[in-house]
């Protein structure tokens, strides 16, 4: 009896931690104010400046700071299946590989890393009219932390 | 030659006075230049005004009243307030912006700032090196003091309230940007959202209080800051020190912080960064770490900290090397190190710390355990690997596969760290701040948490129970905790629930290694009813009330008020109000503010029913510091403490071990009102005297056996056949004492500072008589039945 009472409880801790990353395809959920970032672990509170990423095991990792997302993404290696930010305006969800992302030194980020990022490209140019820095994709985004 | 040299010292002092000046103008922040009057009233009724008209050095002094913001402040001026004026800032931008080096701003109530956060809106906002904020109150105001790029700044004394806005839509408090050098000291913040600290070298953060915020203080890139001496309280984080190098934080009370991540310091990319008595209470996770050190060469050192009550004391990535904790202080965390993602730490060293949960012994009495501490529990190891197990932390699932974990050792996990050489004592820090502005609980606390330590907590682990130590306490055995409240757990108080009694026990069994300290013990404590524990020091009292307050692991049953000990000794804990025998408070700290701390620790009023105030005679201790109370006065203080929250049961270890005769009577008379009021009491004494006064029955209780039990007429039939007197006299005395009685046909021996006699019970009051009769006075005598006297020591 104990034994097959150890083995549910077995299978009920499997269950729960498993529970977790099911897969799904759309954007991660977000809870501001409670969620944080698996980089600094500081509570994700803006959600222009958050972002996040789907392993593709199916886990979910959050961020604060669009910085923040990269600096781990490289530190750990793990394998993505999609990366996704905030547009800076309307704070919908955008594929960080569609989106186009501003580097400014006026833009005071959660970790000072200084990017924030727009849907459309002319969003973009006017930020930079308006407040200076630099446009540039995901692409290079990525190689200004030193990746590929 | 006397004129000459007259003439040389006045012409010396002109100079002097010129180059005073000159360099008094020049500087401008402390000089007394022309003072311009600011006032309703005139003769200038607007601060703008009167700083147009200012020259550099001169002081525009600004009376009571209020004047409209927005203000620049463009030269090097002295701005004083009297009279708190106020500038209002309308709701609309920054209130009062500084531009000029070397201004001195003082006095002034800022109130009403823009809310926008892109154009951070500011009270009072700083762009020019070497000026000082001092003394001002900051009311509504999005920002408070946000000094950027100005270096060598002093931010001092000012009272910053925030707007009652949602956290994540407040500004912060005091925001640092760029400005090395810059003091931040005795600032009082609440409702802000952080205190940042950014891009500024050498910073001084002292003896600030931050509080019902989200970053008490959010440090990055700012290498060789002091923080000390700062209460950071009710925050959602309370310092988070992050990509900085050689900070030290030292002295600062760190407490209350439970946000999502609840860390009461977290360290992120940290070096060469030394933590040094703090003390970190009831915040989620007392220290976080993660990638600290981030340099090859570089060492984190944590000492003499008090983390106590956290529900994770320590958490470290597992990455996280080279990190020294030694002396620290471990209190009642529900788990003392947690490793994120599980597994064991590597490279790090664990020394001199103290762990309440540690079951060791110390045979060689040096205050240093003589086994190593070795934390290894399934349900922690797990739950690091799995997060989400966290769901099952309290639940009776962690304590079946702990038990599990036990029972079968190929489960067992590795520990996750091990400390060589425990301390048996904790260490406690001392000069944490006792904050003023919250008197109601503000009690300099954790010193509290160790003081009256003994009262709830410490004592039961650690002061004092020299018996216990020599004897050797067995190891590594994990405390099984916990578990939820059970059914049949005390809760209504239904006639049927009052016949079950208050305290079983059944087959009590305590083993330390071989040496079995408590053997088989049964009995039950009936509700209302008070019961004497009564034998010798070493006897094992103290082991079965240890036992039954849930802090050994043990064989056999105890039930309390509903509760298993073994599993649920939090909630017995709860349930039961604790006098050790031996006390340690902290002197500097009131006796309000001593009950104030438990109370919120323990979760329940402060305030005790007014008739055990009236009881306790508290009305004669308030105000007090605890340092100058009495041995007695100091009891009754412990008592007062073990009754918050009005317990239904009092356990009390030889309470009045170190008290005089008068102090212990009175102290009796107390019980004895408790008992005659309902309240179940177990308590243990050598003292026959105590017994007969309090005790409704008696166990008496000998080399871990209770060898008899029954009612005090009982008692008296067991030491019919003799009793020993221990009698206390001069300490010059002693010798002669033995001499006497020795002459008079006792038998007596010295037993320390003391004096034993072995007398026909019918005959106990002889030696006194004897001594009196030699002209020896003799201050104190206790009499035990000879059975019971261990008299090979312990």
Known sequence: ?148 | MSTLWTRFRRALAFLLLGLWWASAGALSADAQGPVLVVSPEGPYTSVQEALGEASPGSTVEVRGGVYAGPLVVEKPVRLVGVGWPVIEGNGEGTVVKIVAPGVYFGGFVVRNSGDSLDEENSGIAVEAPRVVVEGNRLEETLFGIYLREASDAVVRGNVIEGKALEVPRRGDAIRVWYSSGSVIEGNVVRRGRDVILWYSERLTVRGNVVEGGRYGLHFMYCDDALIEGNQLVDNSVGAFLMYSRRLHLRRNFIAYNRGPSGFGVGLKDMDDALVEENLLVDNRVGIFADNSPREIDSVMTYRRNLIAYNDVGVQLQPSVRRNRYEANSFVENQEQVHIAGGGRLRENVWEGNFWSDYAGYDANGDGVGDVSYRPQRLFEDLMGRYPPLQLFRYSPVAQALDFAAEAVPLVRPQPKLEDRAPRMAPVLPEGVPAPESRPQWAFGVGMAVLAVGGVVLMGWFSLGWPGDRRRGRRGDLPRPRFLSRQPEALAANGEEENMEPMVTVRGLTKRFGRFVAVRDVSFDVGRGEAVALWGANGAGKTTILRCLLGLYPFEGDVVVGGYHAKWQGREVRRLVGFVPQELSFHDDLSVEETLAFYARLRKTSPELSPDWAESLGLEELVGKAVGELSGGMKQRLALAVALLGDPPLLFLDEPTANLDVRSRREFFDLLCRLRDAGKTILFSSHRFDEVAVLADRVLVVEAGQVVSAGTLGDLAATIEGGVVVRLLVEPGQVEEAVRVLQRAGLEAERNGTGVWVCVPSHRKVEPILVLAGAGLSVYDFVLEPFSTVDHGGE
């Open chain 1, 1 to 148: 009896m104990r034994a097959w009472a150890l083995a549910a409880l077995v299978l009920l801790f499997w269950v729960a931690a498993c529970g977790g990353g099911a897969p799904a395809d759309g954007p991660p959920e977000v809870r501001y104010g409670e969620d944080v970032c698996d980089e600094c672990h500081m509570i994700i509170n803006d959600a222009r400046f958050a972002a996040a990423y789907r392993t593709v095991g199916g886990d979910v990792r959050r961020f604060d700071d669009i910085g923040d997302m990269v600096v781990y993404y490289i530190r750990t290696g793990e394998e993505v299946a999609a990366f996704w930010v905030h547009d800076y305006g309307t704070k919908a969800w955008v594929r960080a590989e569609e989106a186009v992302f501003v580097r400014s030194p006026s833009v005071q980020t959660p970790m000072g890393h200084g990017f924030v990022a727009f849907a459309g490209r002319d969003d973009a140019e006017t930020f930079v009219a308006q407040h200076g820095g630099e446009v540039m994709g995901f692409e290079e985004l990525l190689k200004v932390y030193g990746g590929r």
